[in-house]
C-alpha cells in the first residue's frame, strides 16, 4: 500500500497521502471544525479510525504490520492465546529500545535537531505546547494522552510541560511564524553582538570596555547552551549603587527564558529550571531568604556542569516520595555586595563593579517597553536554529593552552561565542579572562589556609630536606589564623586539623611517627614539584641555592658534623654516665628514651626554631624543652 487515507470524523470528507507523508490539515476547510483521522485495517478485518499521532505511536512500538498484500494492521487488538510468547517478544522488543532521557521541552538538541519550545494558546484560553526545530517543522501536544506528537513523532522525552507564565519575555509568535514559513532573515554573529555591546554600555558602566564584550557574548551563549558540557555562572559583586541592578535588567531582557529567581518559591525552583531551561537571574542575593539562598547555592555548584542531578523525594499519591533526579543546567546570573562560599565562587566567572559619576550612563532610564527588546531577543532566537551546527564544531576544536581545568570549563562556551565572532574579539576575552584570573587568585591566596601551609613551608626549607610538625607550622602562622584571643585555641586547633589533611594528602610528602609526634620528611625539590603543581610558586619566592643537588651529608653516627667531634669526646667522656641510657635522667633533668650524644651544637631546633639543638635520630635537631615535651607523652594535633 502506497497511500494512507484520512477520513474527516465531522463530515467524512476523505484525503489520501503518500505513506510516510506527514500530514497538515491546518489549512482543511471541508468543514467548520475538521478533524481527520487515519483509517487502517484491524487484525480482525475491521477497519479502526485512529489519529495520527497515534499512528506513530503504535508503529514505533512494533504494532503496525504488514500483510502480503502490502496493507498495514494494527495488532494491538490481536488476541493472543500464546500469552507466555507474547511477553518475551514485547521484552525483546523493549531490549532493542535505548532509554530516552528526560529532555527540557524549552530547549535541547534531539535526533540532531536543535529546538526551541513555545506555546499556542487558544481562543478559549487553552494552552497547547510545541516546539519547532532548526528546519522549520512544528510538533505539538494536541492531548497529552493520545494526540502528542512531541513524544510519538518527534521522540522527545519529557517530564514538565513548558511554564510559560514565568518567563518574563518570550519569543514572539509573529518570529516564529517567518521561521517556520522559511521568511526570517539570514542573521549574523557580528552584527548582533554589537548591538548587545552598545545596549549595554548605555546603561551599565564597567571599568575595563572588555567586559562589555564579555557581556555580550555570555548573553549570546544563553541559546547554544545546551551544546557545551560546562557552564561558569556569571557573578557581579559590587557596593550598594554600582549598577548591579541595571545589568541584571539587561540580562533579564536579552536572555534565553529569562526569569528572576526571587519570583520562584525554593519547592518548584528545579522545576521551572528543567521546564524553562531559562536563564536565572538572582538580583541581590543577600536578601534572599535562607531557603532561597540555599537553592540557588545548589544549583550554582551542582549544575555548572551537563548531566549534574540533583535527586529529591517527590510525587503525590501512589508516586508519593518517589526520588526524582531533576536536571538543573542551565545559564544563571547572581549578584550581592558580602560575597559568595569559596566553593561557590570557584563556579563562577567573577565581575567586580564600581561606582561612577557618570550621569549620562547612571540616571539613564531603561524602557522595558521598547521594541528594541523583543526584536533583538527574536533575533537571538533565529540565530540559534540557523547557525548552532557552526557553534558546535568550533566548540568540537576549541583548544586554549593558556587556560586548564575549571578555569577552561567556567568559560569555554563564552570563548566559542568569541571565536565565532571574529579573532579580535576572542583575543579581546581570553585576555581579559587571564587577567581577571590573576587579580582574583591576587585577592584570595593571602586568606586561604592551604597558601599559608606552603609559605611557611616555602620560607622554611631553603635546601635539602627537613621534618616538620604541624604543631610548629601552627605555632609560626599563627598571626595570620588566628582571629582574636578568645578564639585563639579554636583557630588553632581548626588549622592544625586542616594542616594534617593537606600535608597527609601529599603522596611525595613520607609520615613518620618519633615519639608520639607527627613529623613530615620534606625535601626541597619534592616542595618544589608542589608549589608548581597547586599554582603557589607565582607567588612565592623560591630559593634557589649555588648547587641545590648537592645532597646532605647523612648523619649515620648521630653526632655533630664538626672538625672538633674527637676533641670534644674526649674532653666530655666524663659525661657520658650521667646522660646515661633509656630511662635514665642526666644532668640536663630529663628522662631519656634513646642514648644520646653528649654534644650541644650551636644549630637551631628543627622543632622550635628558637634554641640550640641537640643532635639526634641523623640530621634532627631538638633542643632540651622539646626533647621534653616529646617524652612527657604529648602528641601532635594531626596524629
Same mark, same amino acid.
Given at each position: 500500500?502506497?497511500e ?5 470524523? %465531522? ?26 483521522l487515519? &483509517? ?14 497515534e499512528?506513530c505511536? /503504535? ?9 502480503e ?6 495488532? +494491538? ?6 500469552k ?8 525483546d522488543?523493549?531490549l532493542s529500545?535505548?532509554?530516552?532521557p ?16 513555545f506555546?499556542?494558546?487558544?481562543e478559549?484560553?487553552?494552552?497547547i ?16 494522552? @493520545?494526540?502528542?506528537e512531541?513524544r ?10 513548558l ?5 518574563? %519575555? #518570550? ?8 521561521f517556520?514559513?522559511?521568511k ?5 554573529f557580528?552584527?548582533?553582538f ?5 545596549c549595554?554600555?548605555k546603561?551599565? /558602566?564597567h571599568?575595563?570596555?572588555r !567586559? @562589555? &564584550?564579555?557581556?555580550?557574548c ?12 560546562s ?12 549598577g ?6 539587561? /540580562?533579564?531582557?536579552?536572555s534565553?527564558? &529569562? ?13 521551572v ?19 532561597l =539562598?540555599k ?8 549544575y /555548572? ?6 535527586i529529591?523525594a ?5 508516586? =508519593?516520595?518517589?526520588?526524582i533526579?531533576?536536571?538543573?543546567y ?12 569559596e566553593?561557590?565562587?570557584s563556579?563562577c ?18 524602557n ?5 527588546w523583543?526584536?533583538l ?8 536554529? *540557523?547557525?548552532? =551546527?557552526e +557553534?558546535?564544531?568550533?566548540y568540537?576544536? #576549541? ?5 586548564? $581545568? ?7 562556551g563564552?570563548?566559542?561565542i ?16 587571564l ?5 582574583? &587568585?591576587? *585577592?584570595?591566596i ?5 597558601? +599559608? !601551609?606552603?609559605? @611557611? ?8 630536606? *627537613? ?16 582571629k ?14 586542616? $594542616? ?12 613518620? +611517627? !618519633?615519639?608520639?609526634?607527627v @613529623?613530615?620528611?620534606?625535601s626541597?625539590?619534592?616542595?618544589? =614539584?608542589? #608549589?608548581k ?6 607567588y ?6 649555588s648547587?641545590p643537588?648537592?645532597?646532605?651529608p647523612?648523619?649515620?653516627?648521630h ?6 667531634n674527637?676533641e670534644?669526646n674526649k674532653?666530655?667522656s666524663?659525661?657520658k ?15 631519656q628514651?634513646k642514648?644520646?650524644?653528649?654534644n ?9 626554631? #628558637? ?12 633542643c632540651?624543652?622539646c626533647?621534653?615535651?616529646?617524652n612527657?607523652g ?6
Amino acid at each position: 500500500m502506497t497511500e494512507q487515507t484520512f477520513i474527516c470524523s %465531522n463530515c467524512k470528507a476523505e484525503i489520501k497521502l503518500k505513506k510516510g507523508q506527514k500530514p497538515d490539515f491546518t489549512k482543511a476547510d471541508c468543514c467548520p471544525k475538521p478533524k481527520y483521522l487515519l &483509517s487502517i485495517l484491524g487484525n480482525h478485518g475491521k477497519i479502526k479510525q485512529i489519529t495520527y499521532s497515534e499512528y506513530c505511536s /503504535y508503529k514505533n512500538n512494533g504494532w503496525v504490520k504488514e500483510n502480503e498484500k502490502g496493507e498495514e494492521i494494527l495488532n +494491538i487488538y490481536e488476541e493472543n492465546k500464546d500469552k507466555k510468547n507474547k511477553k518475551e517478544e514485547k521484552v525483546d522488543y523493549l531490549l532493542s529500545k535505548e532509554k530516552r532521557p528526560y529532555q527540557s521541552l524549552a530547549i535541547g538538541i534531539h535526533n540532531d535537531d536543535y529546538y526551541f519550545g513555545f506555546v499556542l494558546e487558544e481562543e478559549k484560553g487553552k494552552k497547547i505546547n510545541a516546539i519547532i526545530t532548526d528546519k522549520g517543522s512544528v510538533y505539538a501536544c494536541w492531548n497529552s494522552e @493520545h494526540d502528542d506528537e512531541i513524544r510519538d513523532e518527534f521522540g522527545l522525552n519529557y517530564r514538565f510541560e513548558l511554564f510559560d507564565d514565568v518567563i518574563d %519575555n #518570550l519569543w514572539s509568535n509573529k518570529s516564529i511564524k517567518e521561521f517556520k514559513e522559511g521568511k526570517a532573515k539570514k542573521l549574523d554573529f557580528r552584527e548582533l553582538f554589537d548591538r548587545i555591546v552598545k545596549c549595554n554600555k548605555k546603561y551599565v /558602566y564597567h571599568p575595563d570596555e572588555r !567586559i @562589555h &564584550s564579555f557581556i555580550a557574548c555570555d548573553i549570546i551563549k544563553s541559546y547554544f547552551y545546551v551544546i557545551f558540557n560546562s557552564m561558569g555562572r556569571t557573578y557581579f559583586q559590587a557596593d550598594f549603587g554600582s549598577g548591579k541592578t541595571r545589568q541584571s535588567t539587561v /540580562y533579564n531582557r536579552l536572555s534565553f527564558n &529569562s526569569l528572576f529567581a526571587s519570583n520562584i518559591s525554593p519547592a518548584a525552583f528545579e522545576r521551572v529550571i528543567e521546564s524553562t531551561g531559562g536563564t536565572i537571574i538572582v538580583d541581590n542575593f543577600d536578601n534572599c531568604n535562607e531557603e532561597l =539562598k540555599k537553592a540557588i547555592l545548589q544549583v550554582i555548584e551542582v549544575y /555548572y556542569k551537563k548531566g549534574g542531578k540533583n535527586i529529591k523525594a517527590d510525587g503525590t499519591g501512589k508516586q =508519593k516520595n518517589k526520588p526524582i533526579a531533576f536536571n538543573g543546567y542551565s545559564p544563571l546570573v547572581i549578584n550581592n555586595i558580602l560575597g559568595l562560599p569559596e566553593v561557590t565562587e570557584s563556579r563562577c566567572n567573577k565581575i567586580q563593579m564600581l561606582k561612577t559619576n557618570k550621569k549620562l550612563v547612571v540616571d539613564k532610564k531603561i524602557n522595558e517597553k521598547d521594541p528594541f527588546w523583543s526584536t533583538l531577543k527574536d533575533d537571538l532566537h533565529i540565530l540559534a536554529l *540557523q547557525r548552532w =551546527k557552526e +557553534i558546535r564544531k568550533v566548540y568540537q576544536k #576549541l583548544e586554549v593552552p593558556e587556560l586548564s $581545568a575549571r578555569d577552561l570549563e567556567r568559560v569555554e562556551g563564552i570563548l566559542t561565542i568569541a571565536k565565532m565572532i571574529g579573532e579580535d574579539v576572542y583575543e579581546k576575552i581570553l585576555n581579559w579572562v587571564l587577567e581577571n584570573n590573576e587579580q582574583q &587568585s591576587i *585577592q584570595d591566596i593571602h586568606d586561604n589556609w592551604e597558601f +599559608i !601551609i606552603f609559605e @611557611h613551608l616555602n620560607n622554611l626549607i631553603k635546601q635539602g630536606e *627537613q621534618r616538620v610538625k604541624i604543631k610548629s607550622i601552627t605555632e609560626a602562622v599563627a598571626s595570620k589564623i588566628v582571629k582574636s584571643e578568645t578564639s585563639a585555641k579554636k583557630d588553632k586547633d581548626g588549622f592544625s586539623r586542616y $594542616a594534617g589533611k593537606i600535608l597527609n594528602g601529599v603522596v611525595l610528602f613520607k609520615r613518620i +611517627i !618519633i615519639h608520639g609526634w607527627v @613529623h613530615y620528611v620534606i625535601s626541597r625539590e619534592d616542595l618544589d =614539584k608542589v #608549589l608548581k603543581i597547586k599554582g603557589f610558586d607565582k607567588y612565592l619566592t623560591l630559593p634557589y641555592p649555588s648547587n641545590p643537588m648537592s645532597p646532605i651529608p647523612p648523619n649515620n653516627t648521630h653526632i655533630t658534623l664538626n672538625n672538633n667531634n674527637n676533641e670534644n669526646n674526649k674532653n666530655n667522656s666524663n659525661l657520658k654516665g650521667k646522660l646515661g641510657d633509656k630511662g635514665d635522667k642526666g644532668d640536663l633533668g630529663y628522662p631519656q628514651t634513646k642514648k644520646i650524644k653528649e654534644n650541644i651544637i650551636n644549630l637551631k631546633c628543627t622543632n622550635c626554631g #628558637l634554641k640550640s639543638a641537640i643532635v639526634f635520630e641523623g640530621d634532627m635537631h631538638l633542643c632540651e624543652d622539646c626533647i621534653g615535651e616529646a617524652n612527657n607523652g604529648e602528641t601532635d594535633e594531626s596524629t
